[in-house]
C-alpha cells in the first residue's frame, strides 16, 4: 500500500518559517500528483498546493499564494512545502496525499493520505 510520511511540523512565531516534507514509503512519489491540505479545528480540509507528477505545474489556494512554495525532489523521493510568512490563521493539521492521472488540473483521486501534522504559528 502506499505510504506516505510527513514530518517538519511543530510550533513557530508569526513571520517565521517551516519546511514540510512529505516522503514515499514503499512506492516512488514521482509516479504521482502530491497535494498538500490543511483541517483547522471546525472545518473541512482545504487543498492548498498541489504539484504534478512531472513537477512541471504547480497551484495554490489564494490563501497561501505567494508564501507557500511546493515542490518536489525526486532524489529523495520527497515533495516540500516551503511556508513562510507564517500566520496564526496558517495553524491546521497538514496533510499530503498522493493522486492518479492529473489530480492538480481536477482529473484523478486521491491514492494515499499521509497521517498529517501540526503545525501551529503563535506568539
Known amino acids: 500500500q502506499l505510504q506516505l510520511v510527513e514530518s517538519g511540523g511543530g510550533l513557530v512565531q508569526p513571520g517565521g518559517s517551516l519546511r514540510l516534507s512529505c516522503a514515499a514509503s514503499g512506492f516512488t512519489l514521482d509516479n504521482y500528483a502530491i497535494g498538500w491540505f490543511r483541517q483547522a479545528p471546525g472545518k473541512e480540509r482545504k487543498r492548498i498546493s498541489c504539484?504534478?507528477?512531472?513537477?512541471?505545474?504547480?497551484t495554490y489556494a489564494d490563501s497561501v499564494k505567494g508564501r507557500f512554495t511546493i515542490s518536489r525532489d525526486g532524489p529523495k523521493n520527497t515533495v516540500y512545502l516551503q511556508m513562510n510568512s507564517l500566520k496564526p490563521e496558517d495553524t491546521a493539521i497538514y496533510y499530503c496525499?498522493?493522486?492518479?492521472?492529473?489530480?492538480?488540473?481536477?482529473?484523478?483521486?486521491?491514492?494515499?493520505w499521509g497521517q498529517g501534522t501540526q503545525v501551529t504559528v503563535s506568539s
Open positions: 504539484v504534478s507528477s512531472s513537477g512541471g505545474s504547480t
Open positions: 496525499a498522493a493522486a492518479t492521472l492529473n489530480y492538480c488540473a481536477g482529473v484523478g483521486l486521491i491514492a494515499s
